[in-house]
């Protein structure tokens, strides 16, 4: 490493330097206010550390890791039941229980770190590279071997920065894309996106938009969040559950606490029928760019009244409304994105087995950790 540049590793957000935030301006989900969410709300199997790279004894660069125990888990996901998931399960379960992970497993997108402008990329992620072993020799301290150590989502362009020896021994893996929305910068309301779209997609606007005639749509706020606690996690952990793969849920008062600590950058929205809340859907304001989070639904109504593609178009109407460039869809639930003018994005990543021998293996191993989705990408627009 080169003596210039060291790290230091945090174990809680009352550590990190004072000027931490002057680097977290690419993303606010490596900004204090996230990290003392995940601080305060991360999910049961995962322990999170914060990283600062300092060159020369100065803050350069900032990341954050994310420790995995799938053991804790019940469900690594429920949807398929084959062989195939028997096998991924088996494997998890002996092999790769235990995970770090460099990046943000709750998120699709590079939110691992941020460097200032200045700073040597290459350096910067050997650095952290050596961080990561160190984190691994914690944990072995307190009795957790780490199996997998990864590096996540990353573009095209990012992953260049990773052409150092350090990662000669790691699998270089591309799973599932992000589904990235750009709102045309014509686009001034609802209705011109609509207008944009070919005769196929308007009937299917339409269509969509119709079953959902007695759905009431309602922003809720703190107090409602607290109020439907119990509600929001069921149909939250109903989604959660039915995902092909899993490696966490979210502990029931991680939307609570997401708007104590954000307030107005994160907008919860309830779906009611008759009263009762039978969806939700979640967004956070990240700058120019609007993220998309976690959601749930009654899968019965989901089904019957297009629930989820009208939460993609309520989703799409805000964002031109408010003046956002573009919307995270993140990963998952590919063609009913693209459906709506999402367009998948490559993302890459690192993966390494601390057994040299299974590590060889990796490119056979990881068809099982991270199956392949096939889908059909969509056009809307004229």
Not at 122 to 143: D, H, P, Q, V, W
Not at 247 to 275: A, C, Q, S, V
Request: aromatic residues 16%; hydrophobic residues 40%; charged residues 25%.
């Amino acid at each position: 490493m080169n003596p210039s540049f060291s790290y230091k590793i945090y174990a809680s957000t009352a550590e990190l330097p004072t000027n931490w935030d002057d680097l977290a301006t690419s993303t606010i989900f490596l900004s204090k206010k996230y990290l003392q969410v995940l601080e305060k709300s991360s999910p049961e199997n995962m322990i999170c550390h914060f990283i600062g790279i300092f060159k020369n004894d100065l803050l350069e660069g900032i990341a954050v890791s994310q420790f995995l125990d799938l053991n804790k888990l019940e469900s690594f996901g429920e949807r398929d039941k084959c062989i195939k998931t028997a096998m991924r399960n088996f494997a998890f379960k002996n092999f790769s229980s235990n995970v770090l992970l460099i990046g943000n497993n709750m998120l699709t997108g590079q939110n691992a770190f941020a460097f200032s402008d200045e700073i040597d990329k290459k350096e910067a992620i050997r650095t952290l590279k050596t961080a990561s072993l160190a984190l691994n020799e914690l944990f072995r301290s307190k009795g957790k071997k780490t199996h997998i150590t990864s590096f996540k989502d990353f573009d095209e362009e990012e992953i260049k920065n990773f052409e150092i020896s350090e990662f000669k021994n790691n699998y270089q893996f591309s799973t599932q894309p992000n589904m990235v929305f750009t709102i045309n910068e014509n686009w001034k309301s609802e209705q011109d996106y609509i207008d944009s779209l070919s005769k196929k997609y308007r009937d299917q606007f339409k269509r969509a938009r119709k079953k959902a005639d007695l759905i009431e749509k309602r922003k809720l706020h703190l107090e409602d969040i607290i109020k439907y606690e119990e509600t929001i996690y069921d149909l939250y952990f109903h989604v959660a559950k039915n995902a092909p793969f899993n490696t966490f849920f979210l502990p029931k008062n991680h939307f609570r606490t997401f708007k104590e600590i954000f307030k107005d950058k994160i907008l919860f929205y309830g779906y009611f029928i008759d009263g009762k809340l039978i969806g939700f859907n979640t967004l956070i304001k990240n700058g120019e760019v609007m993220d998309t989070y976690f959601l749930g639904y009654d899968e019965s109504i989901q089904r019957e009244k297009m629930l989820y593609l009208n939460m993609l178009y309520d989703m799409i109407a805000y964002s031109i409304n408010k003046g956002f460039k573009e919307i995270v869809f993140a990963r998952t639930a590919l063609e009913i994105k693209s459906s709506v003018g999402a367009k998948p994005v490559k993302m890459f990543g690192f993966i390494e087995h601390s057994n040299a021998l299974i590590n060889s293996y990796m490119p056979k191993f990881f068809k099982y950790l991270e199956p392949e989705t096939i889908w059909q990408e969509r056009n809307p627009f004229k």
